[in-house]
């Protein structure tokens, strides 16, 4: 397995483990997290598919921490999911291992106009508010093609997915914000795991700079995890809406304009 190190300027590690910090606040609450790291990343200069797999270790931090913080709260049963969690790890090694192959940039030209819909979604449609029953029955044939998909998509590129899993959860199943979100990051670091084991192999992570702007993304991740729960669905509805219509308008601006 290659090591590889990627120098940075003090000044500039600690900018970008601010800017991890805030990402694992916003991806444990509503996702999207990685629309921030990303690009700081390759604005601290370094080549695309190291960007790719050294943001999938910090962002394994900061899904992990969430992930586990949810499913103490009994938000999220594996029980319940184990296609989804089976079918998230076939797609996140398959989308892994053609990042190295094909270039990722394309799919962002269809980021804005996935997310500005999902923002749409949830600032129109109605938001299901199912009882908290542990025991609510999912379809498990349902979790196949969105776990393939979704995990397909966080082995490629990775930014939104966690917002993707959130709102297709509430689209597919009788789960309302809060559970989503549970689901949502448990197959997020699942994706993240598996990927960076990918990338790892490839010898495609700065480790340094990955670990600590991971213990930073873990931290705002644990804050965000703790801060959702405790606001529950009716504080993490008009956060989330802000953030995937923000993110969209950005990137629309920078991939559909040319405009950094």
């Known amino acids: 397995m290659p090591m590889l190190e990627f120098a940075v300027e003090p000044l500039v590690l600690v900018a970008l483990m601010l800017v991890a910090f805030l990402a694992g606040f916003i991806d444990a609450i509503a996702g999207g997290g990685g629309l921030l ?60 291992g053609l990042a190295h192959l094909i270039p990722a940039q394309w799919l962002n030209q269809l980021l804005p106009v996935v997310v500005f819909t999902c923002g749409l979604y949830l600032l129109f449609g109605r938001v299901p508010m199912a ?84 213990i930073a993304l873990m931290i705002g991740a644990y804050l965000g995890a703790r801060t959702a729960i405790t606001g529950g669905a009716k504080f993490i509805r008009p956060v989330f809406i802000t953030i995937v219509l923000a993110l969209s308008l950005r990137l629309a601006w920078q991939h559909w304009f040319g405009v950094a």
Do not use: E
């Open 37 to 96: 790291t990303i690009p700081a990343l390759l604005t601290a200069g370094l080549p695309p598919h190291l960007v790719l797999g050294t943001n999938k270790l910090c962002a394994t931090f900061g899904s992990a921490t969430a992930s586990y913080t949810f499913y103490r709260r009994r938000l999220f049963d594996p029980r319940q999911w184990r296609s989804a969690l089976l079918a998230t790890a076939i797609g996140a090694v398959l989308g892994a």
């Open 131 to 214: 009882p908290r029953d542990d025991q609510a029955p999912v379809s498990q044939y349902r979790q196949w093609p969105q776990g393939l998909t979704l995990g397909f998509y966080d082995g490629v590129a990775g930014p939104g997915t966690g917002a993707f899993w959130t709102v297709s959860t509430m689209l597919l199943y009788p789960l309302d914000l809060l559970k989503a979100s549970g689901v949502a990051r448990s197959m997020n670091f699942v994706s993240n795991g598996v990927a960076l084991a990918v990338f790892m192999i490839s010898g495609q992570v700065a480790w340094s700079l990955g670990i600590g702007m991971g």
